[in-house]
């Protein structure tokens, strides 16, 4: 089975620090995490960038859409794929890697940011995780480097949840942990994936979870479900 980290931050440690930042990310190593979860989408130029929204408008306040807009163009702190991964590999973490397209760029998106893995990840790091809400990303990934792990990213487990993440060769499951329920938290256990939620930033939340048998929770606030954690093993 896929192996992860009980706790990631998610888009760097963004309770602290500006979300997909190279910032968030060592606030994210400061407080405790050995692994974070980025966004990944392309610009005008097909540059890989560390972004979750389509528009550069709530993180950056800049009203244009990132799929106009070329490299060169884009505000500096918006990191590029490859700045983020130095900065990984000097802060020795592992990533959680989000193929985010933008509309009718899925398969493209998810091409690029494995070339760009299969170029720059470094060999000390624990190999990186992909996941995607977008069905259509994780196949390219899927067919262009098979060998990169992938997660199926689902809001709500439906009962087809099995039958997509067969699809496209899925060892893992994220989903949304405010709707996550037991019968189904076991269900995606004995069926072999590896179970991660997001965003959880409660404590006994996120206890009561790992106690249903999820693997891998993903926070804004690493530090505090790390503490919260402790010794804490999934359950079974």
């Not at 206890?207 to 530090?223: H, K």
Request: hydrophobic fraction near 45%.
């Amino acid at each position: 089975m896929l192996q992860l980290p009980k706790v990631i931050g998610h888009r760097g440690a963004m309770a602290y620090a500006p979300e997909n930042t190279l910032e968030s990310f060592r606030e994210a190593r400061r407080r405790g995490a050995t692994w974070v979860e980025i966004d990944v989408k392309l610009t005008a130029d097909a540059v890989p960038i560390v972004m979750h929204d389509s528009s550069l408008a709530r993180t950056m306040g800049v009203e244009r859409l990132a799929a106009e807009t070329p490299r060169a163009e884009l505000p500096a702190a918006v990191p590029t794929f490859e700045q983020a991964i130095d900065c990984f590999r000097e802060l020795g973490l592992g990533c959680n890697v989000e193929i985010k397209p933008c509309e009718g760029r899925e398969a493209e998106t998810a091409r690029v940011t494995v070339e760009t893995l299969r170029r720059c990840w470094p060999a000390d790091l624990p190999p990186p995780l992909l996941s995607s809400f977008k069905d259509a990303s994780l196949l390219a990934a899927f067919q262009a480097a098979p060998e990169f792990a992938r997660a199926l990213l689902i809001g709500a487990l439906g009962d087809d949840w099995q039958a997509r993440a067969q699809a496209v060769s899925a060892a893992g499951i994220n989903t949304n942990g405010k709707l996550l329920t037991a019968p189904r938290a076991v269900e995606v256990r004995k069926a072999g994936y590896a179970l991660s939620v997001y965003t959880i930033n409660d404590g006994d939340v996120a206890r009561a979870l790992v106690g249903m048998g999820v693997d891998c929770v993903i926070t804004d606030a690493p530090d505090v479900i790390l503490e919260a954690l402790g010794g804490v093993s999934p359950g079974r």
